[in-house]
């Protein structure tokens, strides 16, 4: 039972850090940024906008108009890209607030999600234990954990898709914003590999129910 114990709660302590890897870096950079306005205010240093993660096209800054750029003289570099963190110089630089709640919004959805997650696979790790695998309950649990990671999925997507959106709205000429979203592939692949654990559960339970009508 410790080893179970054990378990269930790795399940939650690798999912927290999942949700922390996602969230603290931006978390702790508003609050810097946050920080520095309040002191701002106190004082005549100038007051700057939210400090903004992208990644953007490099050509502007090149050495030659077709964007390329001379590294000694045996390297050229084309399609240059620059993952940076950029200072908006002037605060008052916003999004369209409905870009920012939805923004806020599918973090929140995307957190509750990945708890759930976890709090599922661990009731699936009870009825391990408890010898009721093949129970209706369970497979249900285990395909509601194939529906959760699908909404996943596409909750991933869109976040990144808005999250593109308010930097392009903040983010102006000479910069250009690259749109790095990217859809999560891996996920899918585990939701559709859990829809198929479920049925092969369901299946499992048929033949047990025939066995023992059978005896």
């Not at 004082?43 to 700057?48: A, G, L």
Request: glycine fraction near 6%; include cysteine; proline fraction near 1%.
């Amino acid at each position: 039972m410790k080893k179970v114990r054990a378990l269930q709660i790795l399940v939650y302590i690798v999912f927290g850090l999942f949700v922390f890897q996602n969230m603290a870096a931006d978390m702790w950079q508003g609050f810097k940024d946050g920080w520095n306005d309040g002191m701002g205010t106190t004082s005549d240093v100038k007051r700057y906008g939210p400090t903004l993660k992208a990644t953007i096209d490099g050509s502007f800054i090149s050495q030659k108009n077709n964007g390329e750029m001379k590294i000694g003289e045996n390297y050229t570099l084309k399609n240059i890209i620059i993952d940076s963190d950029i200072v908006v110089n002037n605060d008052n630089i916003s999004a369209n607030w409905l870009l920012s709640v939805l923004d806020i919004g599918l973090v929140i959805i995307i957190t509750v999600i990945v708890i759930r997650i976890a709090y599922l696979i661990n009731k699936v790790i009870a009825n391990i234990v408890e010898g009721t695998l093949f129970e209706p309950r369970c497979i249900k649990l285990i395909k509601n954990t194939g529906i959760l990671l699908l909404l996943f999925t596409l909750a991933d997507y869109a976040g990144q898709q808005v999250s593109y959106q308010v930097l392009i709205a903040k983010l102006h000429v000479p910069l250009k914003i690259i749109n790095t979203s990217a859809f999560n592939f891996g996920t899918l692949v585990f939701a559709i590999l859990v829809f198929i654990l479920a049925e092969a559960f369901k299946q499992g339970a048929r033949l047990k129910e025939e066995q023992e009508l059978t005896i």
